[in-house]
């Protein structure tokens, strides 16, 4: 997730299309690998009885975020300027990136091993 903070950088100090664009997708498939790695972890790690809460949760805060940054963005540019608004976001980023690595239970977390099916009883059709 990192990755993202690259576009708020480049908007800052080369806004050049093709470098944006680029950058977009290097940060498209870095939040795509997170989020197939999240979703992953909580289908993992969160009973089963308690999932569908735990996702209801984690939806309204992503969709809760994104709107609150967007509204935030436009009084942070009148009080900051672009260029530091864009730059204190790549921060925030990288800082929020920062949090989630160095917290030792996101480090500590170890994959399930997946147990073996049973064997059917029943005849393999043939």
Known sequence: MGLTATIPLLLALAPYTWLLVV???VAG???EQAGV???STLNEQIPEDRLARVYAYDDLGSYLALPL???AAGPAVLLLGLQATLYAAAALILLATLAMVATPSIRALVPKTAQPLPASE???PR
């Open 23 to 25: 950058a977009n997708f």
């Open 29 to 31: 498939v870095g939040g």
């Open 37 to 39: 790695a999240w979703y």
């Open 69 to 71: 940054a967007q509204f």
């Open 122 to 124: 029943d005849p393999v």
